[in-house]
């Protein structure tokens, strides 16, 4: 029996739905990058993405899977953050793991909980995401090919219709992978039992006993914990379990609206416009309510900008912190004295690379503004030599003495002098970022205090890496150079900084 080409054509459609695990890219893959990458310029061309931040969020979050076991993904609303968890679960269930995968691999069948607030989210966002559906005609259109789905998924009786409770899929070793899908609804309790692979908790369950019950079985399985969400709860106990962590293996990220091209700038407008003023930050930006107070508090579009190209007579300076124990950051600024305007133009937070990969990085194409660096760069790397010198070594422009707020005070700089610099500057309209800053901007808006004991207020130290080389180069800036230019002629920002109480 012969088929029309309408049939033809419906099949073949079909057979494409059925595939999506496999043409899958996250941001942060080389070819979803602009101006470069191929699937960014065919979606540019027909006008389906537009120009954005390039942080590679999607890819940082499953590359992190290898060395940490609890991860969260604080989004703003739509950004793709419930895309990131069905991918990485579908390809742990599957085994098939893309050539470019440099996350936690299972060479075995895994046992997959998932966690969703309500029978109705875990049906229309979960189950969709992974299965595509639970009919004949749409199921095997989410991530997770229908050629791999083993028997029947089990539907649960749960006072609404099509909602399922566990499904099987077959492992790449040939084995089989199950996967239970919980809700938040079923109690603490109802967490307990078997010793799962993975965890995925797609929106944040309001009883922390779930979280802790899901990590506790965790314990047993070595397994790995997702959680991705929009922090519509606030600073919550969970919320402040991975802001305020200081151990490894707990690993947090970040996208705002700006982090997604899919969100076209028509569209992000009219939904901003839905949304209530109290919750737009955490709908668009992803950012909780830091509890007793974020430190910069000026709203950031007051303080983004649209790059542009620095004038020659501008004096820079870059910034480092060198990633001893933890990431890797950078930050260049430019300084327009005429009208007392600091600009954050570019920045870099890198782990897990060596020291020629950042001293490249650092350099590009401007090694010839100078970079400032912290006082711990006088430590020593495993072959006895000094951090800064081994950057040195690698051709970086670096000043001659560490960071420090007077050219006579060396050693350990006290931090709050150049947070109430910068702070100023923001009420005043004297420090503007790039937009395509991302790194910064994501530190700034969760950089917050907290109480001791003593009720004294401290700042939580994590996820600092880009704001400290900045704090450097913004002490530093007298130290600033125009390309060109010779000697140690210094270029002096007016009283916001030199007129500071030193520490």
């Known amino acids: 029996m012969t088929c029309s080409v309408e049939e033809l054509l419906s099949k073949l459609e079909n057979r494409i739905a059925q595939r999506k695990m496999f043409w899958h890219l996250p941001y942060g893959h080389p070819d979803t990058l602009c101006p470069d990458g191929a699937v960014w310029k065919e979606k540019n061309q027909a006008g389906e993405w537009e120009n954005y931040s390039n942080r590679p969020w999607q890819l940082e979050f499953h590359d992190a899977g290898k060395n940490n076991q609890e991860r969260m993904l604080i989004c703003g609303n739509r950004c793709g953050k419930s895309e990131s968890g069905a991918y990485e ?48 005609s749409d199921l095997g259109t989410g991530f997770i090919p229908a050629e791999l789905i083993v028997e029947k998924p089990r539907m649960r009786q749960a006072g609404c219709s099509d909602v399922i409770d566990m499904f099987k899929v077959r492992h790449a070793s040939g084995g089989v992978s199950t996967c239970s899908m919980k809700t938040y609804e079923q109690t603490w309790r109802k967490w307990q039992g078997a010793a799962p692979d993975v965890v995925w908790m797609d929106e944040e369950p309001e009883d922390y006993k779930i979280y802790l019950e899901a990590l506790t079985r965790l314990l047993t399985s070595h397994g790995l914990m997702l959680v991705t969400f929009t922090p519509l709860l606030g600073q919550t106990t969970l919320v402040r379990h991975y802001h305020d962590a200081t151990h490894d293996g707990v690993w947090l990220g970040h996208a705002t609206w700006d982090d997604a091209p899919h969100l076209l700038k028509v569209e992000r407008e009219r939904m901003a416009q839905s949304y209530p003023s109290w919750q737009l930050q955490a709908r668009t930006m992803g950012v909780p309510m830091m509890g007793e107070g974020a430190i910069f508090t000026t709203p950031e579009d007051d303080i983004v900008v649209d ?20 990431p890797f950051g950078y930050g260049k600024i430019a300084y327009d004295r005429d009208s007392d305007i600091i600009y954050l133009t570019d920045c870099y937070r890198k782990s897990d690379r060596l020291s020629p990969y ?128 010779t000697g140690n002629k210094q270029h002096a920002p007016t009283r916001s900084i030199l007129s500071m109480r030193l520490e």
């Open 89 to 136: 679960i579908a390809i742990h269930m599957t085994g098939q793991y893309p050539d470019w995968w440099t996350g936690k691999r299972f060479d075995k069948p895994v046992l997959v909980w998932t966690g969703s607030p309500t029978n109705e989210t875990s049906r229309d966002i979960i189950q969709k995401a992974l299965l595509g559906g639970s009919g004949k």
């Open 307 to 326: 790059p542009f190209e620095i004038p020659g007579h501008w004096p820079q300076i870059k910034g480092i912190d060198f990633g001893i124990g933890h």
């Open 358 to 485: 950042h001293a490249e990085r650092v350099k590009g194409k401007s090694n010839w503004i100078p970079v400032a660096w912290p006082h711990d760069g006088h430590k020593r790397d495993s072959k006895g030599i000094e951090f800064q010198k081994v950057y040195k070594n690698l051709g970086v422009n670096m000043t001659s003495k560490s960071a420090r707020y007077t050219n006579d005070k060396g050693g350990g700089q006290g931090v709050w002098n150049i947070i109430e610099t910068i702070k100023e500057r923001e009420e005043t309209g004297r420090f503007k970022v790039f937009k395509t800053c991302g790194d910064y901007l994501e530190e700034r808006r969760n950089y917050h205090i907290k109480r001791d004991k003593n009720d004294i207020a401290e700042i939580v130290t994590r996820r600092e890496d880009t704001l400290k080389a900045v704090f450097y180069a913004v002490m530093m800036l007298r130290k600033a150079k125009t390309r060109g230019s």
